[in-house]
């Protein structure tokens, strides 16, 4: 089973930039779609991005399309969110997932990603 670990998050004023980390272990993500979901206080876990097996595809939510770019490096064995003009609206836990299921690019619901990280909290001030 493989462990995900993000970090990365922390304080960030409006307009600025994070770059958000995650790490597995216990298993190679390289044949697997990865996704980054938020969830801010009071609100269901939503998707923001998925990046396939091989990192040739991304998708994004039309809420930050443009403005976060989603990366891997598969010998590291690690996923990246790059999150640029950060609003007080991307404040949330961030949590990258796993697919369920080998290569392609995934899909958007939760359902469908086996393995999550803890989350690491954003915040970003207005």
């Known amino acids: 089973q493989v462990q995900l670990v993000e970090s990365g998050g922390g304080l960030v004023q409006a307009g600025g930039s994070l770059r958000l980390s995650c790490a597995a272990s216990?298993?190679?993500?390289?044949?697997?779609?990865m996704g980054w979901f938020r969830q801010a206080p009071g609100k269901e876990r939503e998707f923001v991005g998925r990046?396939?097996?091989?990192?040739?595809?991304?998708d994004y939510a039309d809420s930050v399309k443009g403005r976060f770019t989603i990366s891997r490096d598969n010998a590291k064995n690690t996923v990246y969110l790059q999150m640029n003009s950060l609003k007080p609206e991307d404040t949330a836990v961030y949590y990258c997932?796993?697919?369920?299921?080998?290569?392609?690019?995934?899909?958007?619901?939760?359902?469908?990603?086996?393995?999550w990280g803890q989350g690491t909290q954003v915040t970003v001030s207005s």
């Open positions: 997932a796993a697919a369920r299921a080998h290569y392609g690019l995934g899909s958007r619901r939760p359902p469908d990603f086996g393995s």
């Open positions: 216990g298993r190679t993500l390289s044949s697997y779609a």
């Open positions: 990046i396939s097996w091989s990192g040739a595809s991304t």
